[in-house]
């Protein structure tokens, strides 16, 4: 099956550093809080082209080209996640992530040109989550920032440790491994412990739920966490991909005991 996603690119002039590529659409409405990226790049033709690109997908951007404008812009207006470059003129890069992580939590992605080794396991080593060498394609990017914030989220719900494997009638779903597992014991040898294929908008859109069980996760959410913000309107992929969903996990699909819709406001996991 096919991810149901927009294919149409969106034209923006080139930078050096990243190449153009199709990406999803960029969405029209903003709702009331939209999540705040930080970039840090000194370089001004990038730092714009990743401010456009990142606004048209109505994220709220914020801008430094130094490692301390970057910590003041951090400390009094705390980002979402954080993309940074390591080649600061003030600063290196490894350094403000090590004074990021001081008291911030939340993703660091790394933007650079050093594609040695050492210079990758020193970033991450310091904190970093992520780390995408120039050139880079703007859509891998943004799929990986969505990726971190999607993870950074499910982290900790109501000061709990997130569930790592969740029973769905006769599937067990592994958060940590990314593995479903069929449970039924009465099943056949050959069927026992089977495995399911989801794709990742499936897992995606999965994982959201089944972090909050019982509990209402509205549309626009979901899919301004799966697709990027801007997407809140796009309902019908969350139809497209919860019928794919029930048809591979629920006994009845017609009739879903486990991931429900609550019409006109969104979905949740029962358990």
Do not use: C
């Not at 709702?31 to 001004?44: A, G, M, N, T």
């Not at 003041?72 to 996640?81: G, I, K």
């Not at 880079?136 to 920032?145: N, P, V």
């Not at 809140?232 to 969350?238: A, E, G, P, S």
């Amino acid at each position: 099956m096919v991810d149901l996603l927009p294919a149409r690119p969106v034209s923006l002039a080139r930078a050096p550093a990243w190449r153009q590529d199709q990406d999803d659409e960029p969405g029209r409405h903003r709702s009331d809080r939209q999540p705040r990226i930080l970039v840090v790049e000194d370089q001004v033709a990038l730092q714009q082209t990743l401010r456009a690109n990142l606004r048209a997908r109505l994220y709220d951007v914020m801008a430094a080209r130094t490692g301390r404008e970057a910590l003041s812009l951090a400390v009094t207006q705390p980002p979402d996640a954080v993309i940074l470059e390591l080649g600061l003129p003030d600063t290196q890069g490894t350094e403000a992530i090590v004074e990021l992580r001081r008291w911030y939590r939340a993703p660091i992605i790394v933007l650079s040109s050093r594609t040695s080794p050492g210079d990758k396991i020193g970033a991450l080593d310091a904190g970093a989550d992520d780390y995408l060498t120039k050139p880079f394609a703007m859509g891998e990017l943004l799929a990986r920032l969505r990726a971190a914030l999607r993870r950074h989220e499910g982290k900790v719900i109501h000061g709990q440790p997130a569930p790592s494997q969740v029973v769905i009638g006769r599937w067990r779903v592994d958060l940590a491994e990314y593995q479903v597992t069929r449970l039924d014991a009465g099943a056949a040898a050959a069927d026992s412990g089977q495995t399911l294929r989801l794709t990742p908008t499936e897992w995606a859109i999965l994982e959201l739920l089944l972090r909050r069980p019982g509990q209402l996760v509205d549309a626009a959410q979901l899919l301004t966490s799966v697709w990027g913000p801007g997407f809140q309107k796009r309902t019908n992929y969350l139809r497209f991909h919860l019928v794919q969903l029930r048809r591979k996990l629920e006994d009845n699909p017609a009739r879903p005991r486990h991931l429900v819709t609550e019409h006109g406001m969104g979905y949740r996991y029962q358990p």
